[in-house]
């Protein structure tokens, strides 16, 4: 047997080293880009006891953004295995390290000085783990040696990172730092949203193409499976709710029991339920095929049905009753989050309630294929914030001779207020309260699925906004945001804050 082993292998090889009275130290982490600051932190752990074992975070579990880690598994095992000072290597498939401390069940569990205190940990973790190891007898130790960052020598000495972020990197880094914008993100933790928007179901069939139909021009293919997700102001909803304990999501929906349990069972632990029901309204579901390139994990549609009304309207007696429930509860919410995706919710009764009672109005009004030119932000006389993407914002202002910039600053004129308009592959560009344009590039070209992105950029930002966070901020935080949710299929998870926090770590680490 050589060093690399398995959790299983090891826990056998755990009970002959207790018979022999030899003592066990534990160092885990992702070890990317393995330095003299680890080889250091080795020989000090390895001076603990009688055998290192060392492990691994895996690819799959890595919570340090997009393109990362940039050594696979594979390579990064070897690598630790010729170190002479380590005894094993074992991979750890898990976000945390309590599957390794269960089988390797160490005396001595080894961490860098940087984690000594605890409030400075970001994923919150340290002391559960601690917790593990004097569970099975063992204690923690923090080494005492120069910390090293392997993050910061990927992103300065390999191409981790493009130029164009780490300029935009080494500029943000001078008027802030990651304190100041962590400082930001845990004041979401109190804030009161009330989310609004139309519920929808994001139903993915996944399918291989097999060709054109032999006697048609439409493709012919191959079903594996199908998922279903929460979409819609459901995921802006579940997003929020990542960082702040006072969501609530209002909306109608129509009186199918299995979606009514679907949403109770998913959500009802992370927010605030507060639905209206209709017996003739359906609730929206919109159906799209999907292909995976053979190549990478990259999904393509190839086409979609959606379940809308003709007219987009829903029952008068049930919208009534969601306008009541708005004037009864907006007045307890410090902010509000709409989500206009257009198809019917949000009428002109609707629309006037939510401009004239919100305390802080956060407005995306969506374009979409069924609502194509018919749902303008423009309609709005009020938005404390807003988001839109450069389709939305072309049609808003239907003239071919004003230039991308320029439409933005007239939409903030029209509000007069501040915003953002999110430009795909390009990034995003801010609007401050005065004016001043601020461009933030996209944080990573490597896409599962785009779907998700918009949405959660727009429950990051505007909530760092209603808290009073500077507009390049919001966009920084919304960016990495749409990064994170551009790697996820569909809305089939929420972004986590932790993931948030840890990506943003490796950005600046530079």
């Known amino acids: ?57 895996a690819s799959n579990y890595v919570r340090k953004g997009p393109d990362r880690p940039y050594f696979d598994d594979e390579m990064r095992l ?23 401390i269960e089988s390797v069940e160490p005396d001595i569990y080894v961490k860098g000085q940087e984690y000594a205190k605890e409030e400075d940990d970001i994923t919150g973790k340290i002391g559960e783990e601690t917790a593990l190891v004097k569970k099975h007898g063992g204690k923690i130790y923090f080494t005492t040696g120069q910390v090293f960052s392997s993050t910061k020598l990927i992103n ?15 500029d943000f880094k001078t008027r802030y730092d990651f304190n100041d914008i962590r400082e930001y993100i845990e004041k979401i933790k109190d804030l009161k949203v009330l989310v609004v928007g139309e519920i929808i179901i994001d139903e993915y069939v996944f399918c291989s193409i097999q060709g054109l139909m032999s006697k048609d021009t439409g493709y012919s293919s191959r079903y594996i499976n199908s998922e279903q997700y929460l979409g ?17 999501i209002t909306s109608i929906i129509g009186n199918e029991k299995n979606i009514h349990s679907r949403l109770l069972n998913d959500l009802s632990n992370q927010m ?19 292909t995976e390139n053979e190549k990478r994990e990259e999904f393509h549609k190839i086409f979609s049905i959606n379940n809308l009304s003709n007219n987009m309207q829903i029952d008068n007696d049930v919208m009534i009753r969601f306008r009541n429930k708005l004037t009864d ?49 423009t309609k709005y006389k009020r938005a404390d914030t807003f988001v839109l993407d450069q389709k939305e914002l072309k049609l808003a202002f239907s003239d071919y001779s004003l230039e991308e910039i320029k439409a933005l600053k007239k939409l903030s004129k029209h509000f007069e207020s501040a915003g953002w308009l999110t430009q795909g ?55 990495i945001a749409g990064a994170l949710a551009s790697n996820i299929i569909g809305n089939k998870t929420s972004i986590e804050k932790v993931n948030i926090l840890k990506y943003m770590n490796t950005l600046l680490n530079i």
Request: aromatic residues 8%; charged residues 20%; proline residues 1%.
């Open 425 to 479: 592959a390009a990034g995003a560009t801010a609007i401050d309260e005065e004016g001043k344009i601020t461009q933030c590039p996209a944080f990573t070209l490597k896409v599962k699925d785009t779907i998700g992105a918009g949405d959660a950029f727009f429950s990051l930002a505007s909530t760092c906004a209603a808290v009073g966070a500077p507009y390049e901020v919001g966009a920084f935080v919304g960016n």
């Open 329 to 377: 509860i907006i007045s307890s919410f410090d902010v509000v989050i709409l989500c206009d995706f257009g198809h019917g919710l949000i009428d002109e009764n609707v629309r006037e309630l939510l401009e004239n009672k919100a305390k802080f109005l956060a407005i995306n009004c969506q374009t979409n294929s069924s609502n194509y030119g018919m749902n303008l932000i």
């Open 1 to 57: 047997m050589g060093k690399i082993v398995t959790r299983d292998e090891f826990k056998t090889i755990r009970k002959e080293l207790k018979v022999n009275n030899r003592k066990v130290v534990l160092c885990h982490g992702v070890f990317d880009l393995v330095h003299l600051g680890h080889i250091l932190h080795f020989e000090e752990a390895k001076s603990l006891g009688d055998i290192l074992v060392v492990s691994i975070t």
């Open 272 to 290: 605030r339920i507060d639905l209206e029901y209709s017996d003739t309204y359906k609730t929206i579901i919109k159906t799209r095929y999907i």
């Open 232 to 248: 819609g102001a459901v995921a802006i909803a579940r997003h929020i709710a990542q960082f702040s304990e006072n969501v609530c």
């Open 78 to 100: 070897k690598f630790l295995s010729a170190i002479e000072v380590i005894d094993y290597v074992i991979l750890s498939e898990n976000y945390t390290v309590s599957d390794i």
């Open 156 to 170: 300065n000495l390999l191409p981790a990172l493009s130029e164009e972020i780490k300029q935009f990197i080494y």
